[in-house]
């Protein structure tokens, strides 16, 4: 409707230059006409000036809030980690010294392995939702409502006190799991204080904490998946594990790209279960460490400021290119119906 | 026909559940076991009924007080992000003023950076203030959430116009149209942003790990890091207050559980 208004008011005006009633009048104008036809357009667009106070009046404290603590943070960060700190404050430009103190930590090769080692294994629990979201699918009734109960348990209950649960699971001498080992004849490791094993024992930790979150996320993505599709693949003779494949796997492939993502990002970030499980003065602590640990450590525990920094450019950075490659690589095998 | 083809499933869905609830019993078995009993090789399957451990996790932590201070942290920033995210919200969703996608897209990016990009210069700011170890400090962050904007925004977005168009006629303005007809309309998504923002604001660790070092001032989640931190080895004593500190969200979860599970699963659709 404005769009039309506009044109017809374009279309009119040079017939009205066209007469000789003297140049500075028309011009006078059509300037003014120009300006009522911006302010028409810019109206349309973003509505009337009052609606604009209310616009930013309600956005305000939300947006200051946001400046205040997390946007000019993330600029300080990124400015901090060219600075070094001196032991009673200021800061003083040492250029990408932090980035090349960084790459030759000698800490650096182990911590980014057992992050990304981390990341790969919290995939795992993708499969395994979705493989109890289809299971979950299939019943009906009461008992829908109580696994989804019991399987999301884990998921609100405080990580804090999940690791303190698990720790005294993996205890090494008096832990549940070592004793179920000893019964078929395996004498069980130290879970979490040797360093060959505290990153696979974190990670199952993890795992079992977030299958039931992505398997609300599953059900609720074979929940739209149409009947009639199945019915008709039954007609044609299709059995249920092609009908998995062939119908429910690519209808489900946008929950699997957002729960790969959320996954991928948590995993990278992987801190919690490293201070909550391990704890400072473990001993397999120097080769369990992960990234976001060694930032908390570089900035809270030995006051290297701008390498922790750093560190944090670095994980963000990564973080933003592998969503970006992550969003690349989904056109070729997400099917949004 | 259908029932007999079912109950591999329930054993499948079975099975999967007891891997999930096994630790929390494990976790009860040994709260109300002695230290012997606990660490009795070979275990002990028999509780002790000890429910002395319940009573000495109060005498042994604050945790009184650390349950009072993460109540009061949970609820201030449940408030503040209800408030603040939904008036932003829904301007986003339905006024009209000049750079609001822009300024969308900028509170939005706050979404995709990891919390350690801007965890120092906050800390800072709390030294600053003069609010390093206080409440206060521990809320102020977290009154803001880019996430609720977002959620919040989808929400009102999916909302008939033709109310708000009614109540426009009728002479209300952008506040009154906000208060008396969209708020309501919007309970569900407000609901589930709260249930969504408690559970995060109970469990969060990192930030107030960093900005508090006085016991009497801690949130239950560092008050229970710092426990472990120094090799406390009572283990029933432990698992009593861990399991103590886990049963309110618990209770919250069976309570409201179709509020969160609808809340994950509209998170994951958008």
Same mark, same amino acid.
């Given at each position: 409707?404005?769009?039309?208004?506009?044109?017809?008011?374009?279309?009119?005006?040079?017939?009205?230059?066209?007469?000789?009633?003297?140049?500075?009048?028309?011009?006078?104008?059509?300037?003014?006409?120009?300006?009522?036809?911006?302010?028409?357009?810019?109206?349309?667009?973003?509505?009337?000036?009052r609606e604009?106070?209310w +616009?930013?009046?309600?956005?305000?404290?939300?947006?200051?809030?946001?400046?205040?603590?997390?946007?000019?943070?993330?600029?300080?960060?990124?400015?901090?980690?060219?600075?070094?700190?001196?032991?009673?404050?200021?800061?003083?430009?040492?250029?990408?010294?932090?980035?090349?103190?960084?790459?030759?930590?000698?800490?650096?090769?182990k911590?980014?392995w057992?992050? !990304?080692?981390?990341?790969?294994?919290?995939?795992?629990?993708?499969?395994?939702?979705? !493989?109890f979201?289809?299971?979950?699918?299939?019943?009906?009734?009461?008992?829908?409502?109580?696994?989804?109960?019991?399987?999301?348990?884990?998921?609100?209950?405080?990580?804090?006190?999940?690791?303190?649960?698990?720790?005294?699971?993996?205890?090494?001498d008096? +832990?549940?799991?070592?004793?179920?080992?000893?019964?078929?004849?395996?004498?069980?490791?130290?879970?979490v204080?040797?360093?060959?094993?505290?990153?696979?024992?974190?990670?199952?930790?993890?795992?079992?904490?977030?299958?039931?979150?992505?398997? @609300? @996320?599953?059900?609720?993505?074979?929940? +739209?998946?149409?009947?009639?599709?199945?019915?008709?693949?039954?007609?044609?003779?299709?059995?249920? !594990?092609?009908?998995?494949?062939?119908?429910?796997l690519?209808l489900?492939?946008?929950?699997?790209?957002?729960?790969?993502v959320?996954?991928?990002?948590?995993?990278?970030?992987m801190?919690?279960?490293v201070?909550?499980?391990?704890?400072?003065?473990?001993?397999?602590?120097?080769?369990?460490?992960?990234?976001?640990?060694?930032?908390?450590?570089?900035?809270?525990?030995?006051?290297?400021?701008?390498? +922790?920094?750093?560190?944090?450019?670095?994980?963000?950075?990564?973080?933003?290119?592998?969503?970006?490659?992550?969003?690349?690589?989904?056109?070729?095998?997400?099917?949004?119906? | 026909?259908?029932?007999?083809?079912?109950?591999?499933?329930?054993v499948?869905?079975?099975?999967?559940?007891?891997?999930?609830?096994?630790?929390?019993?494990?976790q009860?078995?040994?709260?109300?076991?002695?230290?012997?009993?606990?660490?009795?090789?070979?275990?002990?399957?028999?509780?002790?009924?000890?429910?002395s451990?319940?009573?000495?996790?109060?005498?042994?932590?604050?945790f009184?007080?650390?349950?009072?201070?993460?109540?009061?942290?949970?609820?201030?920033?449940v408030?503040?992000?209800?408030?603040?995210?939904?008036?932003?919200?829904?301007?986003?969703?339905?006024l009209?003023?000049?750079?609001?996608?822009?300024?969308?897209?900028?509170?939005?990016?706050?979404?995709?950076?990891?919390?350690?990009?801007?965890?120092?210069?906050?800390?800072?700011?709390?030294?600053?203030?003069?609010?390093?170890?206080?409440?206060?400090?521990?809320?102020?962050p *977290?009154?803001? =959430?880019?996430?609720?904007?977002f959620?919040l925004?989808?929400?009102?977005? =999916?909302?008939?116009?033709?109310?708000?168009?009614?109540?426009?006629?009728?002479?209300?303005?952008?506040?009154?149209?906000?208060?008396?007809?969209?708020?309501?309309?919007?309970?569900? *998504?407000?609901?589930?942003?709260?249930?969504?923002?408690?559970?995060?604001?109970?469990?969060?660790?990192?930030?107030?790990?960093?900005?508090?070092?006085?016991?009497?001032?801690?949130?239950?989640?560092?008050?229970?890091?710092?426990?472990q931190?120094?090799?406390?080895?009572?283990?029933?004593?432990?698992?009593?207050?861990?399991?103590?500190?886990?049963?309110?969200?618990?209770?919250?979860?069976l309570?409201?559980?179709?509020?969160?599970?609808? *809340?994950?699963?509209?998170?994951?659709?958008?």
């Amino acid at each position: 409707m404005p769009v039309t208004r506009t044109v017809g008011a374009e279309a009119a005006s040079p017939s009205s230059a066209g007469s000789a009633a003297g140049s500075a009048v028309s011009v006078a104008a059509a300037r003014a006409g120009a300006r009522s036809r911006l302010a028409r357009r810019v109206v349309a667009r973003h509505g009337h000036p009052r609606e604009w106070v209310w +616009g930013y009046l309600m956005v305000a404290p939300l947006a200051l809030g946001l400046a205040g603590f997390y946007l000019w943070p993330i600029v300080q960060s990124v400015y901090y980690s060219f600075t070094s700190w001196g032991a009673f404050g200021g800061q003083q430009w040492a250029g990408l010294a932090n980035y090349r103190a960084f790459l030759s930590d000698p800490q650096l090769p182990k911590a980014a392995w057992n992050t !990304v080692l981390y990341s790969l294994l919290l995939l795992a629990s993708i499969p395994l939702s979705i !493989v109890f979201a289809a299971l979950l699918n299939q019943v009906r009734g009461r008992s829908v409502g109580l696994y989804r109960t019991l399987y999301f348990i884990p998921v609100v209950s405080m990580p804090a006190a999940v690791a303190m649960v698990w720790r005294w699971l993996y205890n090494g001498d008096y +832990g549940l799991i070592n004793y179920l080992l000893s019964l078929v004849g395996i004498h069980g490791p130290h879970w979490v204080s040797d360093g060959r094993f505290a990153v696979y024992a974190m990670a199952l930790v993890g795992i079992w904490s977030v299958v039931g979150y992505n398997m @609300i @996320i599953f059900a609720a993505g074979l929940k +739209g998946i149409p009947r009639h599709y199945y019915e008709a693949a039954q007609l044609d003779g299709a059995g249920r !594990v092609r009908q998995f494949f062939s119908i429910t796997l690519p209808l489900l492939s946008p929950s699997i790209f957002f729960v790969s993502v959320v996954t991928v990002i948590s995993g990278l970030q992987m801190f919690d279960y490293v201070l909550l499980m391990l704890g400072r003065s473990n001993p397999a602590l120097a080769d369990s460490k992960t990234i976001a640990y060694l930032f908390y450590e570089y900035v809270f525990l030995d006051h290297e400021q701008g390498m +922790g920094c750093a560190i944090a450019v670095v994980l963000t950075v990564a973080l933003l290119l592998l969503t970006a490659v992550q969003f690349r690589v989904q056109k070729r095998w997400v099917h949004y119906a | 026909m259908r029932s007999q083809r079912l109950w591999p499933v329930h054993v499948l869905l079975a099975v999967g559940a007891a891997a999930m609830v096994a630790p929390f019993l494990w976790q009860l078995l040994t709260s109300l076991q002695t230290l012997g009993e606990a660490t009795h090789v070979p275990p002990t399957f028999l509780p002790g009924w000890r429910w002395s451990n319940y009573a000495e996790v109060f005498t042994s932590m604050p945790f009184l007080r650390q349950f009072l201070n993460t109540v009061v942290i949970t609820v201030v920033r449940v408030a503040a992000q209800l408030l603040f995210c939904s008036m932003a919200a829904y301007a986003f969703a339905r006024l009209r003023f000049p750079g609001r996608d822009v300024l969308f897209l900028v509170m939005l990016s706050v979404l995709m950076v990891p919390s350690q990009a801007y965890l120092l210069p906050q800390y800072q700011i709390l030294m600053h203030l003069g609010l390093l170890n206080t409440l206060t400090g521990i809320v102020l962050p *977290g009154l803001f =959430s880019a996430f609720g904007t977002f959620m919040l925004r989808q929400f009102f977005l =999916s909302l008939p116009l033709d109310v708000e168009e009614a109540a426009r006629l009728d002479g209300a303005g952008p506040v009154r149209i906000f208060w008396s007809v969209m708020l309501p309309l919007a309970k569900p *998504g407000l609901i589930s942003l709260g249930v969504l923002t408690v559970l995060w604001s109970w469990n969060d660790l990192l930030w107030p790990l960093v900005v508090t070092s006085d016991a009497g001032r801690m949130p239950l989640s560092v008050g229970l890091a710092t426990l472990q931190g120094e090799h406390v080895t009572d283990y029933p004593v432990l698992m009593a207050g861990s399991l103590l500190a886990s049963l309110p969200m618990i209770v919250m979860f069976l309570v409201s559980q179709r509020r969160i599970t609808e *809340g994950i699963a509209f998170t994951g659709s958008k």
